[in-house]
Structures are given as C-alpha cells and as structure tokens.
C-alpha cells in the first residue's frame, strides 16, 4: 500500500502547484482511535498527535511527518508509537520530526509557497496553530516577496480523489461487505419475537470483530416496530414482539473501509398483508433506483426515480391525492420519506465527494464510485399532513421500512456488492 500512499501524495502536491498541504491527524480519543480519513487516505499512518505537510516546491522535502517520539515510559501506559525515525523509513516521508518541533520548523515549509492548503476542522486550537503562522508569513511577505497570501480547503482535492476508488480500495470495501452480508443474514435467522433489540446487535457485532473487522462502521440500528419510524434509533432495547417488522441497519468498519446495509423483515416469518403491500413499494423504488445507477446517469436520477416510485404507491393504495408529478414538486410525500435515497460510501460512511456541481450541474456517476440505495417509507404516529391530504389510515400507522444496498458503478452499468442479503419477499419469508 506504500506505493499508492505515494502516488495519492504525488497526485495531490501536481494540484497544488507552488503550495504547501498540510494535513492533522484525528485527536485522541478514550475509545478506540480511528484516523482523520484524509490523512489516511495520504498516508496510512494511524497515530494521532500527527500532522503531514506537502510541499512540492521545498528541494528536498516534499512529505514530511511531524509525528510523537518515542517515549518508553509512556509507551508503558499508552502503547508503542512509531516514532521519527521510522516514520521515514516506514511511511516514505523525505523528513521527519518530533510534533512538539512543529511550530518551529513548519515555517520552512511556507515561506516559498503561493498559498496554504488546510482544512479548518473541528480542533480550534490547531486551527489557530495554522491561521497564526499564516498571518505572521502575511505581515512579513513585504521583506521576501513571497509566502502564502491564501488558504485554499483541502476538501475538494481529496473529495474528487477519493470519489473513485482503486483496486486496491475495492478490495478492502468487498471484505467490509462481506463481513456485513454474514451477519445481516445471521441476524435474519437469530431474530424472534421475545428477543430484545440489543441482542440482535448483539450477535451482529460479534460477528464483525470475529470476522477481522474494526467493528460497527456506524452506530447499529436494530429497530422493531414503530421504532422503525425513527431514522436513527439505537436505544435498541425493546422487546420485539410477535407481528413486528425488524429494520437493521448495520455495516462494518474493515481496515477503515466501510460498508451499510439495511434490511427489514418479519421476524414471525410472515408480512401482514399491509406490511407486505409498503414492504413491496420500497421494494420497487429500490430495484429501480439501483437501475439508474450506470456511468453518464446522474447522481439525482437515483433519488428522483426511488421518488417517484414511492409517491405513486402511496397515491395508489389512498395514503397520499393528487397528480404524481405535482405531488412531487411540492414535496407531499416528505411525510413519508423524508431523507435521501443515496449518499457516497468509503473510508466515511457519507463519504466525501459533491453531489452537485450549482443548481443545473448535478453529479455524473463515474465507475469506481460506490454509493448507497436506501429508499424507505415511514407511517409515523401523529403525522402532520398538508390540509389537503388524508388522514392516515390507523392500519398504515407504526410501519416502517428501508432497504439499503452498496452499489459500485462499473465500466458497463454497476454492481451490487451487497446482494448476499435476501430482500425478495419470498427469500425472507419463512
């Protein structure tokens, strides 16, 4: 993987002409660590107390690591770290040195380039660190006649980037799919009414670390019910009972690649006849929504297609009145399906990347762009309607349902790459 660190590095600093890029590692955390995915994404250094500058213009140090030294007393307490030297030999970096030396040797990084290319992230102090050392190059540009005069986000670089993955990445997102089909169809099978929600993730999550996985890619939803209604329920402690769907959400976290799978089912092995009728609606949206998803198609055509099918459904069996199209634009089926049918997926769960490029350039789909097909319906309790639209039918009311898949778009049209999960009504009934 080194060499495609280097090449993702080398891509980056031919972008940034005569700048510098700087990069901070994730902060520390009590729970388990998990790197900034950008710099990852450029590294594959996994410490935090790390920062990676880019700097294609300096003679000779073109990627250097500011990174923890190491320390044997603390190792004790806290493991063992890289440290400098083997930041170089390890991780290629052209220079390394101890994070605490980073205010005094960044400078030399900055002083020659046209502009600063940094995230302003979530750490206020760092953030500070970046802005100061920017404004004192500003104040003493006039004595050089060079130093940064800009600061440029980093976000659009590293979004296109990572938009499309390589094979390498592709093969670590099939292991994350893999590891989330075995225990999605699991949990199909342990699931039965007198359960409680919590066991369920139980049993998911087992099988996510066992199987080599970081664990949950994202908080597990295991939601019975009316608590299917809710998007992101994860209390996940109710007792299912006999007659309920089971909506899981669940994907897992391999070698920081993630995948996300919802599926819903009976757990008593039989859809109720209103169960079976939505469950077959979102079905429909769903199968066509993924039938979009073909390089040159546009990243809305999902979304607008899983949309129209829902919103004819609903008006078919009575829930929504009116003329499709209209009820469309003015967005009467909200109540109902209220989030969006896909997002991107990667090293984030709503991976990086544009959606839309203004108002009249909506994203093409290109191949080896992996992207979530979600498209759910939800009869919450106490739904507020627009005036001119029906109450809901009390037999409709606590349903809720959501079929997810992972779809990568190939050369020809795509790949399901979480098909191993039985959605047919006829597969997962029993």
């Not at 757990?267 to 993924?290: R, S």
């Not at 949309?307 to 009116?322: C, H």
């Not at 809720?400 to 990568?408: K, M, P, Q, T």
Request: glycine share 8%.
């Amino acid at each position: 993987m080194q060499a495609e660190y280097r090449e993702r590095r080398q891509q980056v600093m031919s972008k940034i002409g005569n700048s510098t890029a700087i990069f901070r590692s994730a902060p520390t955390a009590e729970q388990a660590y998990r790197q900034d995915s950008d710099f990852f994404y450029l590294t594959g250094f996994n410490e935090p107390q790390a920062v990676a500058v880019l700097a294609p213009h300096h003679p000779e140090h073109k990627f250097v690591l500011f990174v923890q030294p190491k320390d044997r007393e603390k190792e004790v307490w806290t493991g063992y770290v890289c440290g400098v030297d083997a930041a170089k030999e390890i991780y290629g970096a052209d220079a390394a040195y101890p994070i605490a030396e980073l205010d005094e040797k960044l400078p030399q990084y900055l002083e020659k380039a046209d502009r600063i290319y940094y995230h302003l992230g979530r750490d206020r102090n760092f953030n500070n660190t970046i802005l100061n050392h920017y404004q004192s190059l500003l104040q003493t540009y006039p004595k050089r006649g060079t130093g940064p005069t800009a600061i440029e986000d980093t976000g659009l670089i590293l979004g296109s980037m990572r938009l499309i993955k390589s094979p390498s990445e592709l093969e670590l997102m099939r292991q994350a799919a893999a590891i989330a089909i075995e225990a999605h169809n699991h949990a199909r099978e342990f699931a039965a009414p007198g359960r409680y929600e919590y066991e369920i993730q139980a049993e998911i999550e087992h099988i996510f670390r066992r199987r080599g996985g970081n664990g949950p890619a994202y908080s597990s939803i295991v939601a019975s019910g009316a608590n299917a209604c809710v998007l992101h329920y994860i209390e996940n402690n109710r007792q299912i009972q006999d007659g309920d769907l089971l909506l899981i959400d669940a994907g897992c976290d391999y070698s920081h690649y993630n995948s996300d799978i919802t599926r819903t089912f009976p757990v008593n092995g039989k859809f109720t006849a209103e169960q079976k009728i939505l469950y077959e609606i979102v079905l429909a949206a769903q199968k066509q929504a993924i039938a979009q998803v073909q390089p040159g198609n546009t990243f809305k055509s999902v979304h607008d297609t899983a949309v129209r099918v829902i919103t004819t459904g609903l008006v078919e069996l009575g829930i929504l009145t009116g003329e499709v199209g209209k009820l469309i634009e003015e967005e009467k089926y909200k109540p109902y399906y209220m989030h969006r049918t896909s997002h991107w997926l990667g090293l984030d769960v709503h991976d990086v990347g544009v959606y839309q490029h203004g108002d009249d350039k909506p994203q093409i789909l290109q191949p080896g762009q992996i992207l979530t097909v979600e498209p759910g319906l939800y009869i919450v309790p106490d739904t507020k309607l627009a005036e001119d639209q029906p109450e809901t039918d009390s037999r409709w009311v606590g349903i809720g349902i959501r079929i997810e898949d992972d779809v990568l778009v190939t050369a020809t049209g795509h790949e399901v790459l979480t098909a191993g999960v039985p959605k047919e009504i006829q597969e997962i009934e029993r």
